[in-house]
T-cell receptor
Framework: GQNIDQPTEMTATEGAIVQINCTYQ??????LFWYQQHAGEAPTFLSY????GLEEKGRFSSFLSRSKGYSYLLLKELQMKDSASYLC????????????FGKGTKLSVIP | DGGITQSPKYLFRKEGQNVTLSCEQN?????MYWYRQDPGQGLRLIYY???????QKGDIAEGYSVSREKKESFPLTVTSAQKNPTAFYLC??????????????FGPGTRLTVL
């Protein structure tokens, strides 16, 4: 099965840049997802990477290195509303349509 | 507006009672999923369904049951056999579900508390 690892908590200052890392097992890899989840709410889709490189969407960017089993989510110009948990998810195995989610990284943005 | 609805948002039940959580989607998605989330834990898959009248167990199916009689609906029953049912329950759907690359979209969730 898949094993997702991401830091438990991070703190960053409003207006700054923060990078949230995620590592996964590379066998049978078929894409990696990032979701944002505010406390008490449902996860919302942020990005999906299947090829190596950086994909930018406004203030949020996501990077993938398939050979290293590594991804990161980059948040620029942090705002207070970016305080949330960020979940990394990858297929549970080769050809699987089940996703394995990491435990999430709780980001606190401080003034 | 298309989306996924779950009701109720908060649910309280006495220990030993079965309870059914509803999930409805009007996105015309084929696949639907139920997850459970506990504090400090990732989402764990309970059950999933790719087509009507068919569903498969996820990682933590014991003590739960589902049905998929309509494409739009995928209710989850938490039975008295579930030893620790208090949790946040999330329903999701995806457009095809045949490959893992299909993005899953989530409903607002139901927070179940068993007293």
């Amino acid at each position: 099965g898949q094993n997702i690892d991401q830091p438990t908590e991070m703190t960053a200052t409003e207006g700054a840049i923060v990078q949230i890392n995620c590592t996964y097992q590379t066998s049978g890899f078929n894409g990696l997802f990032w979701y944002q989840q505010h406390a008490g709410e449902a996860p919302t889709f942020l990005s999906y990477n299947v090829l190596d490189g950086l994909e930018e969407k406004g203030r949020f960017s996501s990077f993938l290195s398939r050979s290293k089993g590594y991804s990161y989510l980059l948040l620029k110009e942090l705002q207070m509303k970016d305080s949330a948990s960020y979940l990394c998810a990858a297929p549970s195995g080769a050809g699987s349509y089940q996703l394995t989610f990491g435990k999430g990284t709780k980001l606190s943005v401080i003034p | 507006d298309g989306g996924i609805t779950q009701s109720p948002k908060y649910l309280f039940r006495k220990e030993g009672q079965n309870v059914t959580l509803s999930c409805e989607q009007n996105l015309n998605h084929d696949a639907m999923y139920w997850y459970r989330q506990d504090p400090g834990q990732g989402l764990r898959l309970i059950y999933y369904s790719q087509i009507v009248n068919d569903f498969q167990k996820g990682d933590i199916a014991e003590g739960y049951s589902v049905s998929r009689e309509k494409k739009e609906s995928f209710p989850l029953t938490v039975t008295s056999a579930q030893k620790n049912p208090t949790a946040f329950y999330l329903c999701a759907s995806s457009i095809i579900g045949r490959t893992s690359t299909d993005t899953q979209y989530f409903g607002p969730g139901t927070r179940l508390t068993v007293l």
